[in-house]
């Protein structure tokens, strides 16, 4: 390839004079059924000439080709994260992170550690913890963090991004006290005589972010540069970004409009939010490495804060079944509004009854909008098959999968657990799957939701045997969730996805084989190289230049 990118600006492409870059494996997997694997492909200005054993590409390429070659390194299509968020990733690098806290008090150290990146003005910021993973399994409170930060407001979102644990300070810049009423769609989480706890579920978070000054111009672009540029170093030619401001959607136009944009982002249009109008009056956009042609819609909170909505109460809670985020009426005219528009719809839908709302909604919209339901998490027997018939788009995360199993069960009973996180059952009834990591929730790597899909255990290979062994996927079945399943979500099958003659260069080479190699050796795999439009994004230091 061409050398390494960075967001100071792409290489200009020559004329067609230009020499061809040959590329050389050990194994190039195609993802194409005509041409399963090659050892080598040739390319010329972004796209695939030629694909074939070394001799026939060379000669295809004539003289003067560039050769590259990965002697002991496997080529796969692109790999497309279908569900993230950049400006939450690039966040999550810069604030105060809390995914290892071990309880409440470790987590408020951290907290009162925090560093200038860490701040908007005086707000301190974190995100990451994780209640199920202390030892109590207890919410946090805003007592710990007043014990520390007194004077100081304090927002720290939870790793699903749908409860927010704030300080008392914080509290009172937004005036929320124990008369409070909740918002719709959102609680205040309260103690036995009726006090705010500081944790704020769902819409209820909006009660203290907007009181929260945004982030200076220069630390938006740290941080999307941050967010891109890791995306690319574990292996991602492409994420689809489910829910973007306008702020963040404009910034990201600039560096593509200027040859700066490394990666592929397919960009949802945030429809909760308050440029929903905005976008809904600009339409859809196509760039270079940008586009936007959908909008990203909740139905409901997380499993994980016991926001996701159920048709019968969690089994951990009795009294508590969920809830939705906006009433049908205002969901459905949303949808309406922007699939009228050119939109595809993606609404977000975690628990049962939120997902057979969802069906219920976007099965009244056109099918050529190949619309889409995020995460699709738990669903009812009888819904399992709905994708399939109604082509509906199934975008789920197998992280999730694996990190949310210790505690599911407890949540949702056995009965409901059967057929959630249902990857296998979906595929079986012949829908359309894409894959993605829901980053910052989960980290970026692809290579682990390689790893989650075919095994169902965590790193440690616990479960024995995986949970819910009968949903673990082929890794033929896997790859295609991250590449040509993605490519589909996104309309862009007929470019992408596959390795095949006249597409657009982009892939991944890695040290081990995902199709061959054990599902373990992903753990420890790396990225060798990661190429778009035939350009390095990424290359490992290790790995020679052509």
């Known amino acids: ?65 560039i050769i590259d070659e990965f002697p002991s390194g496997v080529i796969v299509p692109g790999l497309v994260d279908a569900h993230g968020h950049l400006l939450g990733l690039g966040e999550a690098l810069a604030l105060v992170g809390l995914w290892e806290s071990t309880d409440e008090n470790d987590a408020v150290k951290r907290l009162k550690a925090a560093g200038p990146d860490s701040k908007q003005g005086e707000w301190v910021l974190g995100r990451g913890w994780d209640q199920n993973k202390w030892p109590r399994g207890e919410l946090p409170s805003r007592w710990a963090l007043d014990a520390e930060l007194e004077r100081t407001p304090v927002f720290a979102t939870r790793v699903d991004g749908h409860a927010a644990w704030v300080s008392g300070e914080a509290l009172k810049r937004a005036r929320i006290t124990k008369d409070t009423k909740d918002p719709p769609g959102g609680r205040i989480v ?21 009181k929260i000054p945004p982030p200076s111009d220069e630390q938006l672009k740290l941080r999307l540069k941050a967010a891109v540029e890791t995306c690319a170093r574990v292996g991602l030619t492409g994420v689809h970004d489910a829910g973007l401001s306008m702020a963040v959607f404009e910034l990201l136009q600039r560096w593509d409009v200027g040859g700066a944009l490394p990666i592929r982002v397919y960009a949802m249009a945030n429809g909760q939010g308050d440029d929903r109008d905005l976008f809904l009056g600009r339409g ?26 159920l048709f019968q109460p969690y089994s951990d809670a009795p009294g508590e079944t969920g809830l939705m985020l906006l009433k049908r009426e205002l969901l459905q005219q949303r949808a309406e509004a922007f699939s009228n528009a050119g939109f595809q719809v993606a609404i977000h839908a975690i628990g049962d009854k939120a997902n057979a709302e969802t069906f219920e909604l976007l099965e009244k ?25 109604s082509g509906i788009i199934a975008s789920v995360q197998p992280t999730h999968a694996t990190s949310d199993m210790g505690w599911a069960e407890a949540r949702l009973g056995a009965a409901r657990a059967k057929y959630a996180y249902a990857f296998k059952s979906l595929l079986d009834t012949k829908a359309n ?16 939701g390689l790893f989650a899909a075919r095994t169902r255990t965590d790193a440690s290979g616990q479960p024995a045997g995986g949970w819910h062994p009968e949903q673990k996927l082929t890794p033929e079945e896997a790859l295609a969730g991250f590449t040509s399943g993605a490519a589909y979500a996104e309309f862009a099958e007929d470019r992408r996805g596959v390795l095949r003659e006249g597409y657009d260069a982009d892939f ?21 190289v990661t190429v778009v439009d035939g350009i390095d994004v990424w290359r490992d230091p290790s790995v020679r230049q052509p």
């Not at 490495?289 to 959908?294: C, D, I, N, T």
């Open 365 to 389: 919209l056109p099918k050529t909008g190949r619309h889409r339901i995020e995460h699709a998490q738990v669903l009812r027997e009888e819904d399992v098959g709905r994708f399939a018939k």
């Open 190 to 210: 309260r103690d036995k005589v009726g006090e705010p706890t500081g944790v704020l579920i769902d819409n209820a978070m909006e009660l203290v972010r907007s």
């Open 508 to 528: 991944v080479a890695l040290s081990v084989d995902p199709v061959e190699d054990p599902p373990e050796a992903l753990l420890g795999a790396k990225v060798l």
């Open 1 to 65: 390839m061409l050398g390494a990118l960075s967001l100071a600006g792409c290489p200009k492409r020559a004329g067609p004079e230009k020499p061809a870059v040959v590329v050389i494996a050990m194994r190039i997997r195609t993802g194409d059924p005509k041409l399963p694997v090659v050892q080598a492909m040739a390319l010329r200005d972004g796209k695939i000439l030629k694909l074939g054993s070394r001799a026939e590409v060379l000669a295809a390429a004539g003289e003067g080709a």
């Open 284 to 309: 859809p956009y196509q760039g270079r490495h940008l586009s936007m042609r959908a909008v990203k819609l909740l139905a409901d909170g997380a499993l994980g804060s016991r926001g996701a909505a």
């Open 433 to 448: 799957v894409a894959f993605g990591s829901d980053f910052p929730v989960e980290r970026p790597d692809p290579l682990l």
